[in-house]
């Protein structure tokens, strides 16, 4: 199985920040990656596919890149929405792994 | 606008079956897989497995191979997942969600229903 490693677990930061979150693959993807938003006693939310292609009504402070094994999701500019845990997942190959999470959380 | 509706919380015996349900409202389902995933108390997501709602083939990942069975009805657009052999280890939120892309099993997920929580205790 292809094994999904984000970082940081945990991230704090304020409002207004750019805040960047990385997803390693231990075996190439292209870029068959996803990125997910889960709030508290929520279901995860879809952020961004095929690596960089965001999904409808997410909001433009939201940005995907990378391919490869190697990802990033970035937040230009910290919302107080945007408080949450963070995964990625890879869709290269069964089972779809994702990535132990990232909380951001306020500064 | 499209949904996914889960049936209500489960509390089970260790050794028991649970099934839980997954209701598409609309078209939300024609064409496009469904998958289930699964999140531990405090922990990660793990996909158990999709279906696909028209045709009925399943796939299923190894962890949860002989003990794991999906299918659906086509009349009510519902999907069902019947995990049997339960033990404290299945204690976690069971979610169904649906595959972004039609026709396509491998892809990202858009629409996930609102959750199932299933607690196995003696």
């Known amino acids: 199985d292809i094994q999904m490693t984000q970082s940081p677990s945990t991230l704090s930061a304020s409002v207004g920040d750019r805040v960047t979150i990385t997803c390693r693959a231990t075996?190439?993807?292209?870029?068959?990656l996803a990125w997910y938003q889960q709030k508290p006693g929520k279901a995860p939310k879809l952020l961004i596919y095929?690596?960089?292609t965001l999904e409808s009504v997410v909001p433009s402070r939201f940005s995907g890149s990378g391919s490869g094994t190697e990802f990033t999701l970035t937040i230009s500019s910290l919302q107080p929405d945007d408080f949450a845990t963070y995964y990625c997942?890879?869709?290269?190959?069964?089972?779809?792994?994702f990535g132990q999470g990232t909380k951001v959380e306020i500064k | 606008q499209v949904q996914l509706v889960q049936s209500g919380a489960e509390a089970k015996k260790p050794g028991a079956s649970v099934k839980i349900s997954c209701k598409a409202s609309?078209?939300?389902?024609?064409?496009?897989?469904l998958h289930w995933v699964r999140q531990a108390p405090g922990q990660g997501l793990e996909w158990m497995g999709t279906?696909?709602?028209?045709?009925?083939?399943?796939t299923y990942a190894q962890n949860f191979q002989g003990r794991l069975a999906m299918t659906r009805d086509t009349s009510t657009k519902s999907v069902y997942i019947e995990l049997s052999s339960l033990t404290f280890e299945d204690t976690a939120v069971y979610y169904c969600?649906?595959?972004?892309?039609?026709?396509?099993?491998?892809?990202?997920?858009?629409?996930w229903g609102q959750g199932t929580m299933v607690t196995v205790s003696s």
């Open positions: 969600a649906r595959g972004r892309d039609m026709a396509t099993i491998l892809c990202a997920f858009d629409i």
């Open positions: 609309g078209n939300a389902l024609t064409r496009h897989y």
């Open positions: 279906i696909d709602p028209t045709g009925g083939s399943t």
């Open positions: 075996q190439t993807i292209s870029r068959w």
């Open positions: 095929g690596a960089s």
């Open positions: 997942q890879q869709y290269n190959s069964y089972p779809g792994t």
